[in-house]
């Protein structure tokens, strides 16, 4: 399914020359509906991403763990599947699953209509289930160039193994590089070199993975993005809840910030994430 179709037109009338944070803005969804929770637990937006969605989980299907996934510097990934339905646990939190991923694909779309040029420097944090790298590969044109930066080896053995039904042949796409690297350390070298920065790597701004990824989040890390950046350049920001803390520090490093919030999966109208688009000056 298209984003266009969950979300609509998404802020028809904002001024692409002229970005300025005024709160949070809601995307338009669908009317809501009832929907059935997949997991039956009560879970913490802040802890874990949804599981619902509108169609009912079938019970009878074993829920099967295909491969874990360590983690460096400590943890475990799990991947699971449960009929034609995949999951990437860490612990008991979802971190994606195939059924819901409008917003992680929005995060590369809504990116690329804020800025001028369909080509040029992309980095993408973390490689998922390549719901934002698909995306990405669809809004960007034939000549940018798209780094995806990707800390756990066994993620991209995922993408050309059991989920590579998911991946089709984006991997082999002659404008991505996949780099295993930390995506802070990526960025921390960079100067002046990305038009934009797509980060979900964590379920917000801050270190749930990894604690050390709280740097990608704290004053520090955040100007190291801003430089990283070309003038006009953009750093976007998956999260499954707000963090007001987090936007002023965003402005404190000096970009000029919008903030979104879009359904959790269709038709919600309850469960919302959020996208960060943070600009840096210039154009």
Not at 130 to 140: E, H, N, R, S, Y
Request: proline share 4%; with cysteine; glycine share 10%.
């Amino acid at each position: 399914m298209d984003a266009t179709s969950v979300y609509g037109a998404l802020d028809p009338e904002r001024d692409r020359n002229s970005m300025s944070y005024s709160g949070t803005r809601i995307a338009g969804s669908l009317p809501p509906a009832c929907y059935d929770a997949v997991n039956g637990k009560d879970s913490s937006p802040k802890r874990r991403r949804t599981q619902e969605n509108g169609a009912k989980l079938d019970e009878s299907l074993p829920i099967i763990t295909v491969d874990i996934a360590d983690i460096p510097g400590g943890g475990q990934l799990h991947l699971l599947q449960c009929g034609t339905e995949f999951s990437i646990q860490f612990g008991d939190d979802e971190l994606m699953g195939s059924r819901d991923h409008e917003s992680e694909k929005a995060l590369a779309r809504m990116t690329q209509e804020r800025l001028v040029q369909r080509d040029g420097n992309i980095l993408i944090g973390g490689l998922g289930m390549g719901f934002t790298l698909g995306a990405a590969l669809d809004a960007w044109s034939q000549t940018a160039i798209i780094t995806v930066a990707e800390l756990v080896p066994k993620i991209i053995s995922w993408a050309n193994g059991p989920l590579l039904h998911l991946f089709g042949a984006n991997l082999t796409d002659p404008r991505v590089r996949i780099q295993l690297a930390d995506v802070f350390d990526v960025i921390a070298h960079e100067k002046d070199s990305f038009d934009a920065i797509l980060l979900d790597v964590d379920n917000g701004p801050d270190g749930f993975i990894r604690k050390s990824n709280d740097r990608l989040y704290s004053a520090d890390g955040l100007e190291m993005a801003y430089a990283a950046l070309k003038p006009g350049g953009l750093l976007s920001i998956w999260s499954a809840y707000s963090d007001d803390a987090f936007a002023e520090r965003l402005e404190q490093a000096g970009f000029c910030l919008d903030e979104i919030l879009l359904p959790a999966f269709s038709g919600s109208a309850e469960r919302w994430h959020n996208i960060w688009f943070a600009a840096k000056a210039g154009a």
